[in-house]
C-alpha cells in the first residue's frame, strides 16, 4: 500500500477498528516507512492529550435548561407562523374582494343596450333582413 493509504486508515489502526489483515499491512509499512511512523506517533500523542484534558463539569440543571430554552422558542416560532399564515388569508380575502367588486361592478352596471351595441355593424343590411328586423327590436323601436 501506499503512504496515502496508510495514513487514511491510521485513525482506524490506533482505534483498533481494523480487520486483522489491514492491521498487519499498515504495521509493516510502519516498520518501513519513517513518515508514516512519524505521523503514527503524532496521531497517537494527539488521541493522548485528548484523554487527558478533563470533561468540563455540566451542571444537572443543564438539560432542563436547554429543553426548556427550546420549548420557549418553538412556542415563539409558531405564534410567529400562525401570524404570517393568517396575515396571508387576510391578504387573499381582500384581493378576492378588490377583484369581486371590480368585475361585479361591470357586470352589474352594464345597460341590456351595451351587450347588443356590436348588433350595430349589421344596420346596413338591406330591407326585410333578419338583423334589419332585429336590432330596432333589441333597441326598443319597430320597424
Do not use: W
Not at 30 to 44: D, N, T, Y
Amino acid at each position: 500500500m501506499d503512504c496515502n493509504n496508510i495514513r487514511n486508515k491510521l485513525s482506524a489502526y490506533l482505534d483498533d477498528e481494523l480487520s486483522f489483515r489491514d492491521r498487519e499491512v499498515v504495521e509493516k509499512h510502519l516498520e518501513l516507512c519513517p513518515a508514516c511512523a512519524r505521523e503514527k506517533k503524532s496521531l497517537f500523542l494527539l488521541s493522548s492529550l485528548m484523554d487527558e484534558i478533563a470533561a468540563e463539569d455540566i451542571s444537572p440543571f443543564f438539560t432542563e435548561k436547554v429543553i426548556s430554552s427550546v420549548k420557549t422558542d418553538s412556542r415563539q416560532t409558531s405564534k410567529h407562523h400562525s401570524l404570517r399564515s393568517a396575515l396571508a388569508c387576510l391578504g387573499i380575502i381582500v384581493l378576492m374582494l378588490a377583484g369581486a367588486g371590480i368585475f361585479g361592478s361591470h357586470y352589474l352596471n352594464r345597460d341590456e343596450r351595451d351587450e347588443y351595441a356590436y348588433l350595430s355593424n349589421f344596420d346596413d343590411f338591406p330591407p326585410d333582413s333578419f338583423s334589419y328586423i332585429l336590432i330596432p327590436s333589441l333597441r326598443g323601436k319597430s320597424r
